[in-house]
């Protein structure tokens, strides 16, 4: 375990970093307008999807192996600090709902547990053994994937965790806004997405804030697009659980078989909500109990349970447009 830093140790340490350095093109934020201001953002923001294209590479090796693992039966588990910790939450609560996946199998650890989600819980980042205890009470093993978020790419409860679960024999992806960093070497795969100084000096919610949220889009999407969650471009496993969410699951399977309204709420309603059986009892003449009992047989891919039942749609899972 590394030494804790002092605060003349940590300011130095600060000034080598990119997200930590005074940007030269709005110093004055406080003179401008609030229209000057809005342009400055918005340039500044739009520098950060050319920084992520810089990594894509870095981002396939990670999902890969995040979706390697998540085949096997493991799980994906952030675990950050601050803002990057509450990128990992976000990400992780909004699985369950898009894909129908249980809230399990993607978590969201953040550095001073769930008051910190909202509140800033102080020393909570420079615990390195908490970091460590935290996925020790997941009971990690070698079909895990952990992705540690810090901007700084060197906060110690991160690092703690990481340590831990490279020792568990999980995969490990460090995600870090600075080049070099600890957190990228520590990790088996290290994306560092190097977004400059921000607008607001220090201020790493920006810009690199950004930048952890789409890289964790992408990868969490891919490997849930791996799983078979997806057909097509379309959400086939998505819960549900309000009135919009329930007209876009009757499009869904509009737009997916080329039945009408009418048809595809019965499917549904028979299927008990399950898009996909719904849209293997639009393409072929089985029942709702024998369409969900093969995609059960078939690990819930739908184009399997189609070809099994002799169904051939189009190679875009998708027949129809739904205006």
Request: charged content about 20%; proline content about 3%.
């Amino acid at each position: 375990m590394a030494e804790p830093q002092t605060i003349a140790d940590l300011r130095e340490t600060l000034g080598t970093l990119a997200t930590e350095a005074v940007g030269e093109t709005a110093r004055d934020l406080d003179l401008m307008s609030v229209s000057e201001l809005v342009d400055a953002m918005n340039a500044s923001n739009a520098e950060v999807p050319a920084a992520v294209a810089r990594v894509s590479a870095s981002i396939v090796a990670a999902a890969d192996g995040v979706s390697e693992r998540m085949r096997a039966g493991g799980r994906l588990i952030y675990v950050g600090a601050g803002t990057a910790g509450r990128m990992g939450i976000l990400d992780a609560s909004e699985i369950p709902p898009t894909f129908g996946a249980p809230p399990e199998l993607v978590v969201g650890v953040i550095a001073g547990g769930e008051e910190a989600i909202h509140t800033a819980v102080e020393n909570a980042e420079d615990d390195e053994d908490a970091g460590r205890a935290a996925l020790a009470a997941l009971h990690l093993g070698p079909l895990d994937a952990v992705i540690g978020i810090s901007a700084s790419g060197r906060t110690p409860y991160v690092l703690g965790a990481i340590d831990y679960a490279t020792e568990a024999g999980a995969f490990t992806v460090g995600l870090a806004c600075n080049a070099g960093s600890e957190l990228g070497s520590a990790a088996e795969v290290a994306i560092e997405v190097v977004v400059g100084p921000e607008i607001l000096t220090g201020s790493t919610r920006l810009k690199s804030g950004t930048a952890q949220k789409l890289v964790l889009n992408m990868i969490s999407t891919i490997a849930m697009v791996r799983l078979g969650k997806v057909y097509g471009n379309l959400m086939v496993d998505l819960r549900a659980t309000n009135a919009k969410l329930r007209a876009r699951s009757e499009r869904t399977v509009m737009m997916a078989t080329g039945v009408d309204a009418q048809t595809a709420t019965a499917a549904l309603d028979a299927t008990g909500g399950w898009i996909k059986a719904a849209i293997l009892m639009s393409e072929t003449s089985l029942d709702a109990d024998t369409a969900v009992r093969m995609l059960t047989e078939h690990g819930g891919r739908l184009r399997d349970a189609l070809a099994a039942a002799g169904a051939a749609p189009d190679a875009h899972g998708g027949r129809a447009h739904v205006g």
